[in-house]
């Protein structure tokens, strides 16, 4: 960039400021103001931000923006990060996804100054950070009563982005532009390479997620060469383009038999639905080979219920990563993650009597 917008606003190389950028007014006509951390090395070079909370119930980034903030792992030797711990401030004061008018914010980008309040807002975010930025990380979780392996969110057809989403360092990479009307995708547009990490679930800061986007981040930042160090890397690669979800067939209550990050053949029994009184009613299996990126917290499913999240992959690339998690010790990040998000759904072995019984035919 030829301007130099932060020192413009009387922050120079070598500083750090908390500076507020004025958003909207509340309901009760109160000034509403983006909280941002600006810190800046000695020596120029990319301005990066990374946000948290556009979805205002997604906190897992914010927990991480805080430890950028306040326990950094690493000192900034070139160019500016914005720390943003929370972006949708309104939905963050009501522990919730939306904004008081239930409009998404990361549908909303980028905006308009005369639209509705979301528009308004990313308006905002869109030239006052986004268009002064030359990279950007967005951290989100899954949606309510759902949780993701961590896993990163990119257009892998564009040179610049894949090569940023890549030095993250994540095992796990889905392909695509992103909706319409998200930050990220606003981003890109706007030749800000942006990528999206999906860790985890609402509400919470997850110790294993909170230390995986912070070594993910750190990793992509010494790709850009603006902090010292070696690259953690990734114990394998999973890129694609092709997720699904698996929704239940029938109203029942699930056991569980995979946990996220576990790695699933075709035909693998992913739950075992029965009925409230305990008759097994069917069992769910893997349609494909692949990855289990997200699943539901809720045992109970109605008919069509999303129930477990795959990322495609080739029957040779599963071999292969099976291979490789058998060979990593219980104490690494990845089984840490999974161990810690198993607890958030009972996982239980698939035992042979789970199978479907044969029901009576109705007589016609
Ligand atoms: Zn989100």
Redesign the pocket.
């Known amino acids: 960039m030829a301007r130099d917008f932060w020192a413009e606003r009387g922050i120079a190389l070598g500083e750090e400021q908390e500076i507020r950028i004025p958003l909207t007014r509340s309901y009760s006509g109160v000034s509403l103001e983006l909280p941002i951390v600006v810190r800046r090395a000695a020596e120029p070079g990319p301005t990066v931000f990374i946000s948290a909370a556009?979805?205002g119930d997604?906190i897992n980034g914010t927990g991480v923006v805080q430890r950028l903030v306040v326990d950094p792992p690493f000192t900034l030797k070139r160019g500016t990060l914005l720390l943003i711990p929370v972006v949708n401030l309104l939905g963050f004061e009501r522990h919730d996804?939306y904004l008081p008018d239930r409009r998404d914010l990361?549908r909303s980008f980028p905006g308009t100054p005369t639209g509705s309040l979301a528009s308004r807002i990313a308006h905002v975010v869109t030239t006052e950070i986004i268009e002064n930025c030359d990279y950007g990380i967005d951290i989100?979780?899954a949606?309510i009563r759902r949780t993701n392996f961590p896993n990163v969110r990119a257009d892998l057809t564009d040179r610049r982005t894949a090569a940023f989403a890549r030095g993250f360092g994540a095992e796990l990479l889905l392909s695509g532009e992103g909706p319409d009307g998200s930050l990220r995708r606003a981003a890109c547009e706007r030749g800000c390479p942006t990528f999206v990490v999906?860790a985890g679930e609402t509400w919470k800061v997850e110790p294993a997620i909170l230390e995986f986007v912070t070594q993910g981040i750190t990793n992509a930042l010494i790709k850009l060469n603006m902090v010292e160090g070696e690259r953690v890397l990734p114990s394998y690669r999973i890129e694609t383009d092709t997720t699904n979800w698996v929704r239940s067939q029938e109203g029942g209550f699930l056991q569980f038999h995979v946990a996220p990050g576990d790695l699933v053949r075709r035909d693998q029994p992913l739950a075992t639905n029965r009925a409230l009184t305990g008759r097994v009613q069917n069992t769910i299996v893997s349609p494909v080979n692949g990855v289990v990126v997200g699943m539901t917290t809720m045992p109970s499913v109605a008919p069509g219920d999303p129930v477990v999240h795959l990322a495609y992959c080739r029957r040779g690339e599963l071999l292969r990563v099976e291979k490789t998690l058998d060979e990593l010790s219980d104490d690494s990040l990845y089984e840490r993650l999974r161990g810690e998000l198993a607890t958030n759904v009972t996982v239980v072995d698939w035992h042979d009597d789970f199978v479907v019984e044969e029901l009576p035919t109705e007589p016609s």
């Open positions: 556009v979805h997604e996804r990361n989100h979780t949606a999906e």
